[in-house]
């Protein structure tokens, strides 16, 4: 009878280990999945700065005036010389509504389109949410002049293509440019 009771108090503690055991594992796989998308949230966020960055801070090299053409909360339009051949190019950053990814998981997503000289728009899909940008004059003031403006600030978010136990991680990033050629 005392190995009977041995037996089941043996398989009663292996059991809550196994469950124990799976409960950590189910808990390291979800950590690992949602930092795997964070990640990738951040990489995707740090391409696009990069590339916004560049060409906010080249505003006006080797151009004449007018160099910054229309600014408006979330699309600018630009001109400087990007291979140095002494031809300024126009360079235009703007958004899509939402109702352009439609098809997409994440119901937030737009597109943020760069396009050169009025070319086909150039973009991708990393899950951009929501581009912003604000212009101060020499003075630290809000502008809407273009003539006026000194700095630029923008702001990008961007989340997660597809969610994460229902959530979609969000990166949030905010940079104050301030070109050389616009002193």
């Known amino acids: 009878m005392a190995y009977l009771l041995e037996i089941a108090g043996s398989t009663l503690i292996g059991g809550m280990i196994i469950f124990i055991i799976l409960n950590l594992n189910s808990n390291v796989l979800r950590s690992s999945s949602s930092f795997s998308f964070s990640k990738i949230t951040q990489e995707n966020l740090t391409s696009v700065v990069e590339e916004i960055e560049y060409d906010l801070k080249k505003i006006g090299y080797r151009s004449p005036d007018p160099v910054i053409l229309s600014a408006d909360t979330n699309a600018i339009t630009f001109r400087y010389d990007i291979n140095n051949d002494g031809t300024p190019e126009t360079?235009?950053?703007?958004?899509?509504?939402?109702?352009?990814?439609?098809?997409?998981?994440?119901?937030?997503?737009?597109?943020?389109?760069?396009?050169?000289?009025?070319?086909?728009?150039?973009?991708?899909?990393?899950?951009?949410?929501?581009f912003r940008?604000?212009?101060?004059?020499?003075?630290?003031?809000?502008?809407?002049?273009?003539?006026?403006?000194?700095?630029?600030?923008?702001?990008?978010?961007?989340?997660?293509?597809?969610?994460?136990?229902?959530?979609?991680?969000?990166?949030?990033?905010?940079?104050?440019?301030?070109?050389?050629?616009?002193?």
């Open 133 to 183: 940008l604000w212009y101060y004059d020499a003075l630290g003031n809000l502008t809407t002049t273009p003539a006026d403006i000194r700095s630029i600030k923008f702001a990008l978010n961007i989340e997660s293509v597809y969610a994460f136990d229902e959530e979609y991680t969000v990166t949030y990033i905010e940079r104050l440019i301030q070109p050389n050629n616009l002193r």
């Open 91 to 130: 360079i235009a950053y703007f958004t899509s509504d939402t109702t352009a990814l439609i098809n997409t998981p994440n119901p937030r997503d737009i597109l943020l389109y760069r396009t050169v000289n009025g070319g086909s728009p150039q973009t991708s899909n990393i899950g951009v949410t929501r």
